[in-house]
């Protein structure tokens, strides 16, 4: 391991100096590993279809994963795009965007193709989208879109069209709420489609669009308080770990008034779509562990260039990983080998992409 690793550090000493805040790319490489845990859990000991409370409680990681883009938009983005015009900067995001949509569309067909997937051609590009068997990697959808509308914010935030922060917050819940209510309404068959894309049908969809734009729209507020704020970053971690408690309070006085008005309680159900109690807990460990480690970013002597990597690669490490768990599982090497040394190799693979596409940045 330490011939695999050991590297890593020479490697991020060696990057050329940026603004970047690397509590944000800790947070986001943590998020990655617990990730990793969840699929490689859920796919390689054969617990599929089974809940696992451990699992639930840290699948959080999806809010975060979402979060942490709107968090780079006001953070990064602003001062790294300052000089380009709107016109540059929304075709440097339509590229990105465009990029991270082919390859959905790529590894859908492939996977579809795979499985020898019974369907018309009428019906292919709904499957690609609805397909429940391909529901793993479905996310790529609202996280292209959202890149896709990165140049709006941006061009909001550079004009003052939006002046308090906090208003991100509230467009974020207004769509979530309309969202969540919309999902249970029945809908004609045309617009079925349409409707789970946008805002989620029961059954159909697990990322619609408007249900889980808040956590995005969250981020930027989050964004713009870490970077226009004169605090110290010890005092703004201290800030965000008490937003995070407040909220895991919100979130345990909400299951006591379940408990004692004698409702069911069950948080390894209602994820996707999210309810209200979901998208609560997740920022709540979001903040916790945010402000943890920006309490810890002057501090040199903590080890954690692993972490970098997978942070800033994190969306190629989330496509990898899939591509390399659906290999595995189509040629049955579960059969074969052991489901940790099998993870283990997953995990090393995930690593090596990474590392290419941090020198490269294909993605």
Request: charged share 15%.
């Amino acid at each position: 391991m330490n011939i695999l690793f050991g590297k890593i550090n020479c490697d991020i000493g060696q990057m050329k100096k940026t603004n970047r805040l690397k509590s944000l790319d800790f947070l986001r490489g943590f998020i990655v590993l617990l990730m990793f845990i969840i699929h490689f859990y859920n796919n390689y000991f054969k617990i599929k279809n089974t809940e696992n409370f451990i699992l639930s409680l840290i699948d959080f990681v999806v809010f975060g994963f979402l979060m942490l883009i709107g968090v780079s938009v006001s953070y990064h983005y602003l001062g790294k795009l300052r000089d380009m015009t709107n016109k540059g900067v929304f075709i440097y995001f339509f590229k990105r965007a465009l990029k991270i949509f082919i390859v959905y569309l790529i590894y859908s067909i492939a996977f579809l193709f795979a499985i020898k997937n019974d369907f018309s051609f009428d019906s292919i590009w709904r499957t690609i989208f609805l397909v429940k068997l391909n529901y793993n990697i479905l996310i790529l959808i609202p996280i292209s879109f959202y890149i896709l509308i990165i140049p709006l914010f941006i061009f909001v935030i550079r004009t003052n069209k939006i002046k308090k922060y906090y208003w991100f917050i509230l467009m974020g819940i207004i769509s979530y709420l309309i969202s969540y209510k919309i999902n249970y309404l029945p809908f004609d068959s045309s617009f079925r489609f349409l409707k789970s894309l946008l805002f989620g049908h029961m059954g159909w969809l697990n990322f619609p669009l408007f249900q889980w734009i808040f956590p995005y729209l969250l981020g930027i507020s989050v964004g713009y308080y870490l970077k226009n704020t004169s605090e110290s970053i010890n005092k703004k971690g201290k800030k965000i770990i008490l937003c995070g408690v407040l909220s895991l309070m919100m979130f345990i006085i909400g299951l006591v008034f379940r408990l004692k008005n004698n409702l069911d309680i069950n948080i390894t159900i209602n994820k996707f779509p999210p309810t209200i109690y979901h998208f609560i807990y997740s920022i709540a460990l979001c903040f916790i562990f945010l402000g943890i480690f920006l309490l810890i970013e002057k501090k040199s002597k903590l080890k954690l260039g692993l972490l970098i990597i997978f942070g800033q690669n994190s969306l190629i490490a989330y496509v990898s990983q899939w591509v390399f768990i659906w290999i595995f599982l189509f040629f049955q090497f579960e059969r074969y080998i052991n489901p940790y040394i099998l993870s283990m190799i997953t995990f090393i693979l995930v690593y090596f992409v990474c590392k290419f596409n941090y020198r490269h940045r294909l993605l």
